[in-house]
């Protein structure tokens, strides 16, 4: 009796240990820490064919579901404001949220939304998801890569990842000339997400 | 010569007169022609530098006329009935606060990243504030509008001094046309 006891408790203990390790986890839900500014999401782009021109958003929020034990049951999910592009020049900017570019006063908010996730690696994944920007819902894959996460230093705990993608300009019906060096966008974000 | 009299205007206004006439159908071409311009245009950069310096002169050019409207009054009013000369004091108001909002309005769109503004390739205006890109865009609009708005007064205007000339054979335009201050 008196080791049955012992036993069931001694389990409950591990059991309890298992699950406040980590190991015996669910999925948690990490938000991306845009208000620290500790995500980012930059873009760049051939001028002429001759040097690359860098901006990004400088607002959006997201979130990601990850699950260590089963990568594949991972999600993520970004909503950017798309008037807060920033190439540090205000009337390039201006011209960027216009009709000739994103057409911001129609067209708002862009987003991601993963519908697949494959690992590719031990610290790489596939993200394929629907990409929204200007009115037009396209599949794109982001190559993810795992950067680090555990306890901050002031009581949260947090993951990074970044991923790169490519993006055709034509695609999301954006067809102002800008030579042909410049058909092609390329995206890189890094984030961090804190768990919530 | 110079100052304005009671029975005509003196040189200087009708010289800022005519030259804020030129520079303002002037900026508004160039103004309209070059947002449409292609990224390959040649002109695509020149242009806008050119607006932008010359609506920095023509900002100059105005609020001296306001110092100069006070140092030196108009002369007296030509019109015979009241809702004229009413009329006419509302649209040359209007003209001339547009001439301010316009050039103000236009440093805000491209100052609002903490650039600053270039006159004839000197950085001469720094930026002061900075705009969220919502305000930027309504600055834009106001820009846009402000410069229609003008080139509508400056219609009527016109039309109204080619009335008094040729159906009142009054003396409003050649007033403007000739010098008689003190």
């Known amino acids: ?196 | 010569m110079l100052a304005n009299s009671e029975s005509g205007y003196g040189l200087v206004s009708v010289l800022l007169h005519w030259l804020s006439a030129l520079l303002t159908i002037l900026l508004f071409g160039v103004g309209l022609y070059m947002v449409g311009l292609s990224y390959y245009d040649p002109l695509y950069h020149e242009l806008p530098e050119w607006h932008k310096s010359l609506g920095v002169v023509l900002a100059l050019l105005s609020l001296f006329r306001l110092v100069w409207r006070v140092l030196s009054g108009p002369p007296a009013p030509l019109a015979e009935k009241r809702w004229q000369g009413a009329a006419a004091r509302l649209v040359h108001a209007t003209m001339l606060a547009l001439l301010i909002l316009l050039p103000v309005t236009g440093y805000f769109i491209v100052t609002a990243e903490g650039k600053p503004l270039m006159v004839f390739e000197l950085s001469l205006l720094p930026a002061l504030l900075e705009l969220a890109p919502n305000q930027t865009d309504m600055v834009g609009r106001w820009h846009l509008w402000g410069a229609w708005g003008l080139i509508g007064l400056a219609v009527v205007h016109a039309a109204a001094a080619l009335k008094h000339h040729f159906v009142d054979r009054d003396r409003t335009l050649i007033r403007m046309l000739t010098i008689k201050g003190q």
């Open chain 1, 1 to 196: 009796m008196k080791t049955k006891m012992g036993y069931a408790f001694s389990m409950a203990v591990i059991g309890a240990a298992l699950l406040t390790s980590g190991l015996v986890q669910a999925a948690d839900t990490y938000k991306m820490d845009t208000k620290g500014s500790h995500a980012f999401i930059q873009f760049k782009i051939q001028h002429l064919g001759f040097s690359w021109l860098l901006g990004r958003f400088n607002t959006f929020e997201g979130e990601f579901v990850l699950d260590e034990a089963n990568v594949e049951k991972s999600s993520v999910k970004v909503d950017i404001d798309v008037a807060s592009v920033d190439s540090n020049h205000a009337e390039r900017d201006k011209h960027l949220r216009g009709k000739d570019f994103f057409d911001v006063a129609k067209f708002p908010k862009a987003g991601f939304v993963s519908t697949k996730i494959e690992k590719t690696g031990d610290n790489t994944a596939k993200i394929t998801g629907d990409f929204t920007l200007k009115g037009i819902t396209k599949p794109i894959t982001l190559d993810a890569t795992y950067i680090g996460g555990g306890k901050d230093p002031w009581g949260g705990y947090r993951q990074g990842f970044e991923a790169t993608t490519q993006l055709k300009l034509k695609d999301f019906g954006i067809d102002y000339n800008l030579g042909p060096a410049s058909e092609v966008v390329n995206i890189y974000i890094s984030v961090e997400g804190i768990k919530q």
